[in-house]
């Protein structure tokens, strides 16, 4: 079965702080996307990798980076966090074929800014 | 007008319900289209997808396309407690250099079964 492993289910962090979150996927996919979900808002696509070291703005980019260094893993990056990042982040990888959305999701990793 | 719109509902049924879930859109570059189901506290796992207008059927759950009327729908059978979840749909598109697709998701509506 594929896995897409988030590394932190909770986390709280003060307005200001750094926040990494991590993702690692065992299936080989080329393809893996960081998304937030929240309620009334639905899931909002944050930035997606279609490659090592590459990376696209996806909607909402805005406060947030990325980071793939190797292929099975890929990093959101909050650089100075802020209450309206608070937030349920939900990572997803893909093989991607012909048009059909098969992404894999994570767990999601709630995250709360005080 | 949003690409794709979706009942957040919530939608309340008894066990053994026919239960109907829809959404529109408003992209006619669409052009495959998807269900996934999300239970709580987990992430979204893909139920069905289709391609082409017309019905798909899998077990309880049937996926329907009108692409004339840019509506899709679906239809649980017999639907059991443990079809309590937010259920969403998906729809691709290729993006601006036809390169891949871009994945675009409706904010999902809230099933609850009763038994």
């Known amino acids: 079965d594929v896995k897409v492993t988030q590394s932190s289910r909770y986390l709280v962090k003060r307005t200001g702080e750094k926040v990494f979150l991590e993702c690692v996927q065992d299936?080989?996919?080329?393809?893996m996307f960081w998304y937030r979900q929240d309620p009334g808002l639905g899931l909002r696509l944050i930035y997606f990798?279609?490659?090592?070291?590459?990376?696209e703005k996806g909607d909402i980019p805005e406060g947030y980076s990325v980071s793939r260094e190797k292929k099975e893993r890929f990093s959101l990056i909050l650089e100075s966090a802020s209450t309206n990042q608070t937030s349920m982040y939900l990572c997803?990888?893909?093989?991607?074929?012909?048009?059909?959305?098969?992404?894999?999701f994570g767990e999601g990793s709630r995250l709360t800014v005080l | 007008q949003k690409e794709v719109e979706q009942d957040p509902g919530p939608l309340s049924v008894p066990e053994g319900a026919i239960v109907s879930l829809n959404c529109t859109y408003s992209?006619?570059?669409?052009?495959?289209f998807m269900w996934y189901r999300q239970y709580s506290r987990k992430g979204p796992e893909l139920l069905m997808y289709?391609?082409?207008?017309g019905n798909k059927e899998d077990g309880r759950f049937t996926a329907q396309v009108d692409k004339s009327s840019k509506y899709i729908s679906l239809f649980i059978r017999d639907s059991q407690p443990s079809d309590s979840a937010t259920y969403l749909c998906?729809?691709?598109?290729?993006?601006?250099?036809?390169?891949?697709?871009?994945?675009?998701f409706g904010k999902g509506t809230l099933l609850t079964v009763n038994p």
């Open positions: 997803a990888s893909s093989f991607w074929t012909g048009g059909i959305g098969e992404l894999f």
């Open positions: 299936m080989d996919h080329e393809n």
């Open positions: 990798s279609y490659d090592v070291k590459m990376k």
């Open positions: 992209n006619s570059a669409f052009q495959y």
């Open positions: 289709t391609y082409s207008s």
């Open positions: 998906a729809m691709s598109a290729p993006n601006s250099g036809g390169s891949n697709y871009k994945l675009t």
